[in-house]
Nanobody, 123 residues
Framework: QVQLVESGGGLVQVGGSLRLSCAAS????????MGWFRQAPGKEHEWVAA????????YYADSVRGRFTISRDNAKNTVSLQMMSLKPEDTAVYYC????????????????WGQGTQVTVSS
């Protein structure tokens, strides 16, 4: 099983950009589809984006499509989330997660989670 560590969060102004990274340990990273979720204070986890095990399929929530890009590098055991045109409503703790399913938007389908990284978008 992999272990996941996110990085790259921070404070950014409205309209700015951030790139989140998730580093995976273990030899089986390429067996997992990966997803990014976020959780704002007082709210449930919200699925943001997902990518298939080989990077051939990418999927986005309507709220971020066209602004966020998910990618992965199986040689480096990393998955990234490039976020652009950030809005105050993007403020949340962002988590990367791994699933053995081909693809899922469901929190309960993901088996491994990182500790999260805070993204704050100020107006």
């Amino acid at each position: 099983q992999v272990q996941l560590v996110e990085s790259g969060g921070g404070l950014v102004q409205v309209g700015g950009s951030l790139r989140l990274s998730c580093a995976a340990s273990g030899r089986t990273f390429s067996r997992y589809a990966m997803g990014w979720f976020r959780q704002a204070p007082g709210k449930e986890h919200e699925w943001v984006a997902a990518i298939s095990w080989d990077g051939g399929g990418t999927y986005y929530a309507d709220s971020v499509r066209g602004r966020f890009t998910i990618s992965r590098d199986n040689a480096k055991n990393t998955v990234s989330l490039q976020m652009m045109s950030l809005k105050p409503e993007d403020t949340a703790v962002y988590y990367c997660a791994a699933t053995t399913l081909i693809f899922s938007t469901q929190y309960s389908d993901y088996e491994v989670w990182g500790q999260g990284t805070q993204v704050t978008v100020s107006s």
